[in-house]
């Protein structure tokens, strides 16, 4: 077998991995090796078909980092949905002490802070952060 063949065999292996993994870091290890199976088609032989390949998988997956894509956003957890399902949710404030009141959330009473800028009128609010047993509404 050329070893073009056995490059673009071990490539596509690797996209197929891919694929089962959701990152785009194999994908850049799957177009380092075409660029080794490239370097074949062109004549080179094994060490510099592989050395090809190497520098372009890691040129690929630096660039891969350095974009937005390979950076995974940085989100504080309190305020993330995708971590506490209470944000979002709306709570009933009957009344405001000093931008601090207890409701009934969930079956059990929770202390409820208002967020800065907003009025301390009694009504529905939606809960936007969570720290400790303090819901943090807007």
Same mark, same amino acid.
């Given at each position: 077998?050329?070893? =073009?063949?056995? =490059?673009?065999?071990?490539?596509? $292996?690797?996209l197929i991995l891919?694929?089962?993994?959701?990152?785009?870091?194999?994908?850049?290890?799957?177009?380092?090796?075409?660029?080794?199976?490239?370097?074949?088609?062109? *004549?080179?032989?094994?060490?510099?078909? *592989?050395?090809?390949?190497? $520098?372009?998988?890691? +040129? !690929?997956?630096?660039?891969?980092?350095?974009?937005?894509?390979?950076? !995974?956003?940085?989100?504080?957890?309190? /305020?993330?949905?995708? &971590?506490?399902?209470?944000?979002?949710?709306? %709570? !009933? +404030?009957?009344? =405001? &002490?000093?931008? +601090?009141?207890? +409701?009934?959330?969930?079956?059990?009473? =929770?202390? %409820?802070?208002?967020?800065? *800028?907003?009025?301390? /009128?009694?009504?529905?609010?939606?809960?936007?952060?969570?720290?400790?047993?303090?819901?943090?509404?807007?």
């Amino acid at each position: 077998m050329a070893d =073009w063949i056995g =490059w673009f065999v071990a490539a596509g $292996v690797v996209l197929i991995l891919e694929l089962f993994s959701g990152t785009f870091y194999l994908l850049m290890i799957a177009i380092g090796m075409s660029a080794g199976a490239l370097a074949a088609l062109a *004549g080179a032989n094994g060490p510099l078909q *592989g050395l090809c390949a190497a $520098v372009v998988g890691v +040129v !690929a997956t630096l660039l891969l980092r350095r974009s937005r894509f390979g950076k !995974a956003a940085r989100r504080d957890a309190a /305020q993330d949905p995708n &971590v506490n399902l209470d944000i979002g949710q709306s %709570v !009933a +404030v009957a009344h =405001w &002490v000093d931008g +601090v009141a207890r +409701v009934m959330y969930r079956g059990a009473l =929770w202390d %409820v802070e208002l967020m800065p *800028g907003s009025d301390t /009128q009694a009504g529905h609010y939606t809960i936007r952060a969570v720290r400790g047993s303090r819901l943090i509404v807007g």
